[in-house]
């Protein structure tokens, strides 16, 4: 049975071949978006198949591109995306309060206090 499935998904193409390129099937960006924590494996799908996040997904990930923070000991504000580059530390030790947050059972409260206290341990 889980032959079948493999075989199967390495037949279904997420990136059709081209020219001199074989493609990229879902058995083989299954290898590159697997991570061990849900935060890695949200950010790596997110980043590489945007277009296959689930509902949730999409949420966090709003949240992810569009958080800010303002810290008055910073001269400026404090993101977990900055331009094209990500604080995926950052992203990683506030996991619980980013997915609670886009979720709505977490407050932005809750979000800034973990993202402050992450970035007063770092220091």
Same mark, same amino acid.
């Given at each position: 049975?889980?032959w *079948?499935?493999?075989?199967?998904l390495?037949?279904?193409?997420l990136?059709e071949p081209?020219?001199?390129? @074989?493609?990229k099937?879902?058995s !083989? *960006?299954g290898? !590159? ?5 849900e935060?890695?494996?949200?950010? @790596? ?5 945007? %277009? ?5 997904e ?7 591109c569009? &958080? ?10 404090? @993101?977990?995306?900055?331009? %094209? ?6 992203? @990683?030790?506030?996991? !619980?309060?980013?997915? *609670? &947050?886009?979720?709505? =059972?977490? =407050?932005k409260?809750?979000? !800034?206090?973990?993202?402050?206290? %992450?970035?007063t341990?770092?220091?």
């Amino acid at each position: 049975m889980e032959w *079948a499935i493999e075989q199967s998904l390495s037949t279904v193409y997420l990136e059709e071949p081209k020219e001199h390129k @074989r493609g990229k099937t879902v058995s !083989d *960006a299954g290898l !590159d978006l697997w991570g061990l924590t849900e935060a890695d494996r949200v950010f @790596r799908l997110a980043i590489w198949f945007p %277009n296959l996040l689930t509902y949730d997904e999409q949420l966090i990930w709003g949240v992810i591109c569009t &958080y800010q923070q303002d810290v008055k000991e910073l001269n400026e504000p404090v @993101r977990l995306k900055n331009d %094209n580059q990500y604080s995926i530390e950052l992203i @990683r030790k506030c996991w !619980d309060e980013i997915k *609670a &947050y886009a979720l709505g =059972s977490g =407050s932005k409260d809750e979000l !800034d206090s973990a993202v402050y206290k %992450n970035l007063t341990l770092n220091k």
